[in-house]
């Protein structure tokens, strides 16, 4: 969550991401800090190289958690938690990586670690992230496997 508000922050989001008015934000933020707009030795170069690599990697996080992002994606997402089981997971402070069979990763944030060890003290795992994990927090897709099955 923290990462979240960081760049929500960083990017003036109030409360719901738009994919429209983040773009332009964006577009701005970069050409404010690109790294060229500074001469070599300038004290402020090396501060642009860092903050435009945080404006890029904060972007691409924020278009991953959108709620149009999720909407366009809404089929492969609903067909790989009700269809692959879990393969693996991971917590981590309060983001919860969740592997499934299909190859598929998402991260879900704001998953306490009490949620997390009720999870894997269930008997029937898969059934309790369907009703406790899926529907209550935020995700985002963090990989695919390429590899042909």
Same mark, same amino acid.
């Given at each position: 969550?923290?990462?979240?508000?960081?760049?929500?922050?960083?990017?003036? +989001? =109030?409360? /719901?991401?738009?994919?429209?008015?983040?773009?332009?934000? #964006?577009?701005? @933020? !970069?050409?404010?800090?690109?790294?060229?707009?500074?001469?070599?030795?300038?004290?402020?170069? +090396? =501060?642009? /190289?860092?903050?435009?690599?945080?404006?890029?990697?904060? #972007?691409?996080? @924020? !278009?991953?958690?959108?709620?149009?992002?999720?909407?366009?994606?809404?089929?492969?997402?609903?067909?790989?938690?009700?269809?692959?089981?879990?393969?693996?997971?991971?917590?981590?402070?309060?983001?919860?990586?969740?592997?499934?069979?299909?190859?598929?990763?998402?991260?879900?944030?704001?998953?306490?670690?009490?949620?997390?060890?009720?999870?894997?003290?269930?008997?029937?795992?898969?059934?309790?992230?369907?009703?406790?994990?899926?529907?209550?927090?935020?995700?985002?897709?963090?990989?695919?496997?390429?590899?042909?099955?």
């Amino acid at each position: 969550m923290k990462r979240i508000n960081e760049y929500k922050k960083l990017f003036g +989001v =109030e409360k /719901e991401i738009d994919l429209g008015t983040l773009k332009k934000t #964006y577009r701005n @933020l !970069v050409k404010e800090w690109h790294p060229d707009k500074f001469q070599d030795g300038d004290a402020l170069k +090396v =501060e642009a /190289e860092l903050q435009s690599r945080r404006i890029i990697d904060g #972007y691409h996080f @924020l !278009v991953s958690i959108a709620p149009e992002t999720h909407t366009a994606n809404r089929e492969a997402y609903t067909e790989t938690i009700n269809v692959a089981g879990i393969a693996d997971y991971h917590h981590k402070g309060m983001v919860l990586e969740i592997t499934f069979v299909d190859g598929s990763t998402y991260e879900y944030f704001g998953v306490t670690a009490n949620v997390f060890r009720k999870m894997i003290n269930s008997d029937k795992i898969n059934r309790f992230a369907k009703r406790a994990i899926y529907p209550n927090y935020i995700y985002r897709k963090t990989k695919k496997s390429t590899e042909a099955e």
